[in-house]
């Protein structure tokens, strides 16, 4: 006899609660005649509320987050992505796991928790340039980056490579962005006086916001304290501010009110812009609000039988005519009426609705201050911040975990910050980067470290201040310096924002060693470009030479 | 004017300490004269013996590690890598940093402290396939490879591959593979409890030593007393046992009496082995004794002014007519000679010897016990488990470090061990593989996740069972199936030890859809595949054909 199955695909508190909750509710018979699965793509959830202290350390990173498999005992946990659900056949395809094979998963319940995702598509450049900031890894990553733009800015003599090195942009005013902003100020100005060569007067962070004020989740007296409190620690606030475009070396940011654009040059942006809808999801013959699920009170989906939604990726109608946010307090309820009522639905009982409305917001601004609206009370400073860390201490699952935060934060009051660069991240040796126009690719003298192909968009290719030629979409360029490893020998700069994929010198040199038809193709572009050379009296029949679709390269 | 340069390129703890004893050193008149610089690729050290602790989380990651800015706050630190040492015109070029160019320094004294570096040369596969056990970095993949294993097991239904997944292999029965394998022993017995699907009897940890006993370095009592307990505690010892090969699936060892060969199937090798020299000190004109640059007794090297070596990477002889072993007490103390006997040169005094001949030796066995030599006396079990922490958070650079240390030992006590899976690593989407003779490297039916081309050795392509040709250094072969995105067509098996280049399917693509030539030469490829396809019935034919050096492929 196999099994029945109740399936949870959850990338958060929804889903693992809906777990925890199942496995408290149902007998040990029924736990004998009903597997509780759940599917994630990580063994652990992460706090969130607690990600911005990673970066500034007084958090370790393992502290916020809770392994899946201790706080939900009795659910079988699948650490694999969805690849494919398929509602009519009610199944659910995994990725493959230790064979190179996909998982059939049926079901005869399915809860759908898979929260939402950063969409890239509308900024150009965000993706390949910007930090997202929602999971351990991106709070790490961010941390190392930090790091990394103070080692590099201590030993770099060029005054523009180093204010950008020293410029430190977030884009969007929300609780997110806020709380990543204010940890990160105070992570840098205390990290500086390590450094020799600079000082807190070096550092720029700049808080970007579309709308005409931070926090827009609060009431309006709460975020002018936090806006006034950022700025006397020295964030520049950028009311009206939307972000247009992201590149290695600055953003493209749009004044609201003028349409103006201004450039501002840094290495390091984080997105902490909305989220969309879950690609998959959006994919499934299923009525949306919004890019969210519709589900009737009871957290189910109408019209199919034994399929339920709930948190980020759900819109629930609240008992106050509220569509419920997208926020942890909530998702957690959801999930236990949702429990509930499958539960309820296996007995033969009546269903419940979700008639939870919300406890109230809570925002931290770093160094022992916060803003909080708790049942219509409004609460800022040390208060908000001590009500602050008392709550998520407490809701964070586990006794150990719990602990654990505590003795962060009490080591925390008197010990120096860790300034380490834990270098686990390298560039990937193939990878798109974006440029927007007017932009140096490369510069002629500079080390040949990439070989690029342009995607879409155009360059010129610049000997001295002369452009030579213009190439497009298909043009190869960057190999002569891999090859010869010598100096670039001429410089390449975006004409039109730009898109390349960049391959490594390692990559490229497999490649070259082992693909079949690369070698051969980049002897004819070299030979192509040795002809080209002596005509450097012709700038404009090589310039229409060059336009074609050719694979010219420098 | 100028600054003269004191240069230290330094990897652990013998640079650090030379630059924080010249620190000390030095008057602040002489500092105004000459600066002090520290080239280290990372901007922390590795305290190595609390390395294995990390693995099983009783010491928090970033709490093994040191920031280098806050031990040698004189010193300027570059975080960068040596690329190159002109000893004659006493210049080091580093890598690049914030700019893709690089950068020069000029010295007046060099001291060199590079370390070691695996050497990987020796055994097939090592590099593609066997972890690294020196770095944080290191140990943090490993975890991270640990919990995966049994992430994988857990819903694994092939019994094979899920007895690969529950082997782990350490090559080197030394302190490092000794204390290695302790960690990831008691680590995984504990946290077995969390999955439903794994039992303690499941796991299989085996050491292996080419030597007659485990821990040489040691009296041969102690050493058999750690044997003992480790085959307690359910680790399988295996001595006269050489690692010969390592692939992603298995261990080729040696039984190095009779010379038999055996494969252990396993995912997860760590190889603890002795480093080689560093390569870019090979190359310098300097005396060498087995891989160490020769250097007197003041850690001077012979006939160079202002040139000195000290720790793993120099061979000094002490007062006792021994060589210096290569450990960081030794290391310390060299540098602490070498700061002074720089500084007595800047003030034209005489030299000093290194006198230092080695307290003891320690080595942790995990779960309250260990081993350990000190002044003459043998210690082992719960006794030398307490010197060794003693000694080790006592040696730990800084008071927050020391209390960090201490407050994990004492959470460590009663709350239960971390068994989250930090996500930050994925394959490199240009990676070389190593097959041994006789390994899949893929079966009809996969999914085509990968691209393969053959560097070196031969495969077999099956139908079914039977053996349709042979192909060799230069083929290429899987790109059908992510072309087409079904499951693979064919079977291949390596006929002989091979390597392999693998490109991953993005990068396929991105290669695919961007780079020149790829698009024709696959396509060309495809058309020849199909060619040969309805030649089924003639083996032989096709064999011939497909030995041939050109890009044939499934």
Chains 1, 2 share one sequence.
């Not at 508190?13 to 759940?38: C, M, N, P, S, W």
């Not at 965000?126 to 990394?148: I, N, T």
């Not at 039109?496 to 082992?514: I, K, M």
Request: proline share 5%.
């Amino acid at each position: 006899m196999t099994k029945k199955r109740i399936l949870i695909l959850g990338s958060g508190f929804g889903g693992v609660y809906a777990a925890v909750h199942l496995g408290k509710l149902l007998t040990r018979q029924e736990l004998d005649a009903f597997e509780i699965a759940l599917v994630n793509k990580e063994n652990y959830i992460t706090f969130q509320p607690l990600l911005p202290e990673v970066i500034s350390g007084s958090v370790e990173l393992n502290h916020v987050i809770a392994p899946i498999r201790r706080m939900a005992p009795k659910a079988h946990v699948y650490t694999r992505e969805v690849e494919a659900i398929d509602l009519e056949a009610r199944t659910v395809t995994l990725s493959p796991g230790a064979r190179p094979a996909s998982l059939t998963l049926s079901y005869d319940h399915l809860i759908l928790a898979m929260g939402t995702q950063l969409d890239h598509s509308k900024i150009p450049g965000m993706r390949e340039h910007a930090s997202p900031f929602k999971y351990l890894g991106d709070a790490l990553r961010l941390r190392h980056q930090l790091v990394r733009a103070l080692e590099e800015a201590e030993t770099e003599t060029d005054p523009e490579v180093r204010r950008r090195l020293l410029t430190f942009v977030v884009a969007g005013g929300g609780f997110s962005g806020v709380e990543c902003i204010a940890e990160m100020n105070d992570f840098l100005r205390e990290a500086v006086r390590a450094y020799h060569n600079i000082t807190e007067r070096d550092l720029r962070l700049i808080l970007l916001q579309r709308g005409g004020r931070i926090l827009p989740e609060l009431v309006e007296s709460l975020a002018a304290f936090a806006h006034r409190l950022l700025i006397g620690r020295g964030v520049e606030i950028r009311l009206g501010a939307g972000l247009k475009a992201v590149s290695a070396e600055a953003v493209v940011v749009e004044d609201m009110s003028t349409s103006a654009l201004e450039t501002i040059g840094t290495r390091t942006t984080v997105a902490t812009v909305p989220a969309g809808p879950h690609p998959m999801l959006s994919h499934l013959p299923l009525k949306q609000h919004k890019g969210r699920i519709v589900v009737e009170q009871t957290t189910a989906v109408p019209d199919w039988q034994g399929l339920w939604a709930l948190g980020d990726c759900a819109a629930i109608m609240q008992v106050d005519g509220q569509m419920s946010p997208p926020t942890a307090q909530h998702a957690l309820r959801q999930a236990r009426t949702c429990a509930e009522n499958i539960v309820a639905s296996l007995r033969g009982r009546p269903q419940k609705i979700f008639k939870f409305t919300g406890l109230g917001k809570l925002g931290s601004l770093g160094r022992r201050s916060a803003v909080a609206e708790i049942f219509g009370i409004h609460l800022k400073g040390l208060v908000a911040w001590i009500l602050w860390r008392g709550v998520y201490v407490t809701k964070f699952p586990g006794f150990d975990g719990q602990l654990r935060l505590i003795v962060d934060w009490v080591l925390d009051v008197f010990l120096p910050r860790d300034i380490t660069q834990l270098r686990l991240f390298h560039e990937d040796p193939v990878r798109r980067e974006h440029f927007e126009a007017g932009e140096m690719i490369f510069a002629k003298g500079d080390l040949g470290d990439k070989i690029y192909f342009i995607v879409q968009g155009e360059a010129v290719v610049l000997r001295g201040d002369e452009e030579v030629a213009t190439v497009g979409k298909g043009a190869v360029f960057g190999e002569a310096a891999l090859i010869s490893n010598q100096p670039r020998n001429a410089s390449i700069r975006a004409a039109t924002a730009l898109d390349a994929v960049a391959v490594s010198r390692s990559a490229f040199e497999e490649l070259l060693g082992h693909l079949p038809g690369i070698r051969e193709t980049m002897q004819r572009i070299m030979i192509e470009r040795k002809e080209l050379e002596p005509a450097k009296d012709l700038p404009v029949s090589k310039r229409a030479l060059l336009k074609a679709p050719a694979n010219h390269a420098i």
